[in-house]
T-cell receptor, first 116, second 116 residues
Framework: GAVVSQHPSWVICKSGTSVKIECRSLDFQATTMFWYRQFPKQSLMLMAT?????????EQGVEKDKFLINHASLTLSTLTVTSAHPEDSSFYIC????????????FGPGTRLTVT | AQSVTQLDSQVPVFEEAPVELRCNYS??????LFWYVQYPNQGLQLLLKYLSGSTLVKGINGFEAEFNKSQTSFHLRKPSVHISDTAEYFCAVSDPGSSNTGKLIFGQGTTLQVKP
């Protein structure tokens, strides 16, 4: 149980285009989902926290107009990287917190984004 | 602001030897502590967590960690490692008193390399 999926697992896009990444909790409902960014050989940095039905809370230094987050249901959150540039190339990971289990997050396998 | 330091970026060890991965956090206030493992090209998997109670926490795959409040440490140990334990290990902390209790602050990660 407690599986989180991400789609796509990897994507290559051209500079200036937008890319949408989906995060789904497959067998539980998640009131809160988190989006992280991980650079090669580095740690995870929290980008934003999204709660179902409300606006996401972005961490300091993260452009909310560039990284659009939508948490439309208890099992789906999406991250859209708008007008992507090569510096946005990274590994994006989501996690989901079950509504009946605080302080436990289940992580997706990540999405590798390469912007050319 | 809370920070997490993993003192070793890489830990090479022979199979069946014991291992300790070190983690220190900055704040002396109440914290929740976590260890996650990341296998290549996969998401993070929770090994164990400390929320309260006994300072010795047992997790999956034979790992355990000890919470030491006076030293603000949460070191991860395993008495005998296997080749399959080769992975990246992340220590993380959250603040139970914050408005976003799910927000995790990660350490830089430690690469455990188990040699035959």
């Amino acid at each position: 149980g407690a599986v989180v999926s991400q789609h796509p697992s990897w994507v290559i896009c051209k500079s200036g285009t937008s890319v949408k990444i989906e995060c789904r909790s497959l067998d539980f409902q998640a009131t809160t989902m988190f989006w992280y960014r991980q650079f090669p050989k580095q740690s995870l940095m929290l980008m934003a926290t999204s709660n179902e039905g409300s606006k996401a809370t972005y961490e300091q230094g993260v452009e909310k107009d560039k990284f659009l987050i939508n948490h439309a249901s208890l099992t789906l959150s999406t991250l859209t990287v708008t007008s992507a540039h090569p510096e946005d190339s990274s590994f994006y990971i989501c996690s989901a917190e079950p509504r009946d289990k605080s302080y436990e997050q289940y992580f997706g396998p990540g999405t590798r984004l390469t912007v050319t | 602001a809370q920070s997490v330091t993993q003192l070793d970026s890489q830990v090479p060890v022979f199979e069946e030897a014991p291992v300790e991965l070190r983690c220190n956090y900055s704040s002396s206030v109440s914290v929740y502590l976590f260890w996650y493992v990341q296998y290549p090209n996969q998401g993070l998997q929770l090994l164990l967590k400390y929320l309260s109670g006994s300072t010795l926490v047992k997790g999956i795959n034979g790992f355990e960690a000890e919470f030491n409040k006076s030293q603000t440490s949460f070191h991860l140990r395993k008495p005998s490692v296997h080749i399959s334990d080769t992975a990246e290990y992340f220590c993380a902390v959250s603040d139970p008193g914050s408005s976003n209790t799910g927000k995790l602050i990660f350490g830089q990660g430690t690469t455990l390399q188990v040699k035959p």
